[in-house]
């Protein structure tokens, strides 16, 4: 596609995906949105992915390189685009027909953002749905930089950036081989710019075996790198540590601690080592109903997180519990004693979301709140577990129920 001024590049990095390419370059050429160019960058490349490149002829521009990694492929995208905006899309991806059109309606909507994103559709390697759902969370500037200290879940295939936001903050950092989105995401948002997010679904996330996402161990390091890398070293003296450099170790134990140890490795001891560490920084990690949902769901896959056919609520259950035992219970957790008691009520208001979703028995569901309530007498004033606690009661005579079950929580 030959547009001299487009209003968007779409930079599309492809190391050895011939296999994906096609399809992937295809739902870029129907976009409804007409006003763009594209740019496959063929990271060195030993497949057929060259001759794939080339079969769209002009309707794309094909540059090779030496193999540089995502972030070097990236940023020569972001060196060659002609456009002020720069769409990100891995290979291995596709986007819906709409996606171009509303993505380019969010940046008119709001002018004072840098980076604007949406939701995705988990696919598989035939690009089948699959039923984890990927809506993304809108949240304001300061909560924003707050949850990415802590987890990134921005997907880049879901990405539109200022492209001279990027470049003037260094654009990708070539050291990261993996996460080097998420550190230039940190470090955007160290520099005051504004991100914003749609919840519309207008990506497939294509998941399967070869995905870089798939190595635990190097994803722990490039994690650590990274957190290095803004707040220095992880010296131990958490307690006199500032508050942004506490969330962002905490967020590095618990990338590990779900991320590689439970969802990669099914390994629960593994986990509970660095979920212990992930309280001794950061204490606020007892009341993170985002991380103990995750725990709540086990080693189920990306692609099925959350999925009622893949779920044992109860075993699930055992093994957390299990798990909190082993944090708390192991020698030299002394100082982690206030917070345990914190952690259970957590772990069992997760366990009640999960039962409840994958339509698990309402008496089961109510349990794990009951016992949420009395672990965590606030959560009393809480709208959302008071209502999950009302969907959980069965029958005709729901308030009733409820209201009797509510005074046996209520403190005497």
């Not at 039923?131 to 809108?138: E, F, K, N, T, V």
């Not at 590689?260 to 990690?285: G, H, I, N, P």
């Amino acid at each position: 596609m030959k547009i001299d001024s487009p209003s968007i590049s779409v930079v599309i990095p492809a190391c050895n995906q011939a296999g994906y390419l096609p399809k992937c370059i295809d739902s870029v050429l129907a976009q409804t949105y007409g006003d763009y160019e594209v740019i496959v960058i063929d990271d060195g490349s030993t497949d057929d992915t060259p001759a794939v490149a080339r079969g769209f002829g002009d309707r794309i521009r094909y540059i090779r390189q030496e193999n540089q990694g995502l972030a070097g492929a990236r940023n020569t995208g972001l060196g060659c685009a002609r456009a002020p905006f720069v769409a990100l899309l891995d290979s291995d991806d596709i986007w819906l027909p709409s996606f171009l059109s509303s993505m380019m309606g969010l940046v008119r909507k709001r002018p004072d953002a840098a980076v604007f994103y949406c939701g995705v559709v988990y696919v598989d390697q035939q690009g089948a749905n699959l039923p984890q759902s990927g809506r993304m969370r809108i949240l304001p500037p300061q909560e924003f930089y707050e949850t990415l200290l802590r987890f990134n879940f921005l997907i880049p295939s879901t990405i539109v950036m200022n492209r001279q936001n990027v470049m003037s903050a260094g654009s990708f950092d070539v050291a990261f081989r993996r996460l080097q989105d998420w550190e230039l995401w940190i470090r955007l948002l160290k520099q005051g710019h504004v991100f914003a997010g749609s919840e519309e679904c207008l990506v497939q996330y294509r998941v399967h075996p070869s995905s870089l996402s798939n190595d635990a161990d190097g994803g722990c390091q490039a994690a650590r790198a990274l957190v290095e890398k803004h707040f220095g070293p992880d010296d131990e003296e958490y307690e006199i540590w500032p508050t942004d450099k506490r969330r962002a170790y905490g967020g590095y134990y618990r990338y590990c601690a779900l991320t590689a140890s439970l969802q990669r490795k099914c390994d629960w001891t593994e986990c509970a080592t660095f979920l212990r560490r992930a309280f001794q920084v950061d204490e606020s990690l007892a009341i993170d109903l985002d991380l103990f949902y995750e725990l709540a769901l086990g080693c189920q896959p990306a692609g099925f997180r959350g999925a009622s056919s893949r779920e044992d609520v109860g075993d699930t259950a055992a093994k957390l519990i299990s798990l909190l035992k082993t944090v708390f219970e192991r020698p030299g957790s002394a100082q982690l004693a206030n917070l345990r008691r914190t952690a259970h009520g957590t772990a069992y208001y997760a366990l009640g979301n999960v039962a409840y979703a994958s339509q698990a028995a309402p008496s089961r569901c109510r349990f794990f709140v009951r016992k949420a309530f009395a672990c965590r007498p606030e959560l009393l004033g809480d709208r959302r577990a008071l209502g999950l606690l009302v969907r959980a009661v069965p029958g005709r005579s729901r308030v009733t129920r409820f209201r009797r079950m509510m005074n046996g929580l209520r403190p005497k």
